[in-house]
Nanobody
Framework: QVRLAESGGGLVQAGGSLKLSCAAS????????MAWFRQAPGKERDTVAV???????DYTESAAGRFTISRDNGASTVSLQMNRLRPEDTAMYYC???????????????????WGQGTQVTVSS
């Protein structure tokens, strides 16, 4: 059983930056692809970014060029650096873990077995 705990959310003005972190425990971190998802009120949970077991990354169109996902296998953490934030980035952000092949970057939330409780990001205009 993998346990995930997010941190780093908060309130920021448009154009600002935030860094989210997710600490994993209870499993072998390197067995899992790691991802960040977000969900705004009344909307579906959307993929933001994925990092494979091998460290390759994949981003949705809205995140590409502004967000950077990274993992630290020694510390069992995954981070999401978010720059040039926009009001439409406002959402609850979730960290997730799913077993995968070494270079896999699965996009669908269905793939991920373990989820954190989420951290709120609010971007004011």
């Amino acid at each position: 059983q993998v346990r995930l705990a997010e941190s780093g959310g908060g309130l920021v003005q448009a154009g600002g930056s935030l860094k989210l972190s997710c600490a994993a425990s209870g499993g072998t971190f390197t067995d899992y692809a790691m991802a960040w998802f977000r969900q705004a009120p009344g909307k579906e949970r959307d993929t933001v970014a994925v990092v494979s077991r091998a460290g390759t990354t994949d981003y949705t169109e809205s995140a590409a060029g502004r967000f950077t996902i990274s993992r630290d296998n020694g510390a069992s953490t995954v981070s999401l650096q978010m720059n040039r934030l926009r009001p439409e980035d406002t959402a609850m952000y979730y960290c997730a873990a799913g077993r995968s092949i070494m270079t896999g970057t699965p996009q669908s939330p269905i793939f991920y077995s373990f989820w954190g409780q989420g951290t709120q990001v609010t971007v004011s205009s």
